[in-house]
Nanobody, 120 residues
Framework: VQLQASGGGPVQAGGSLRLSCIAS????????MGWYRQAPGRERELVAA???????NYLDSVKGRFTISRDNAKNTVYLQMDSLKPEDTAVYYC???????????????WGEGTLVTVSS
């Protein structure tokens, strides 16, 4: 299973970006898809996650500004980031909890990060 993320880049404070991540390979189902981020000198943190049923969870500091969504048919997760702040600057990583078959437990996969740089 591979996760391919895209959509990062530089943006000014107050601007918007949309991240996308496509999962490909031998996939039976994807239980949870999400986005983590890691800023320089800081630990990786969960930004947002969404279940296959559409339940979501957000980091407190992004609530009301970021929206996570997914297209189950396309094995794709999106992160719409609005009202971006300099403190949102980080490498953003796509994550997916994937079942390869119905008979095995899910496996955690990570995509390569995409850099988001918010300038003031």
């Amino acid at each position: 299973v591979q996760l391919q993320a895209s959509g990062g880049g530089p943006v000014q404070a107050g601007g918007s970006l949309r991240l996308s991540c496509i999962a490909s390979g031998s996939i039976f189902t994807i239980n949870v898809m999400g986005w983590y981020r890691q800023a320089p000198g800081r630990e990786r943190e969960l930004v947002a996650a969404i279940t296959s049923g559409g339940s979501t969870n957000y980091l407190d500091s992004v609530k009301g500004r970021f929206t996570i969504s997914r297209d189950n048919a396309k094995n794709t997760v999106y992160l719409q980031m609005d009202s971006l702040k300099p403190e949102d600057t980080a490498v953003y990583y796509c994550n997916a909890l994937v079942q390869i078959t119905a008979w095995k437990p899910p496996i955690n996969y990570w995509g390569e990060g995409t850099l988001v740089t918010v300038s003031s």
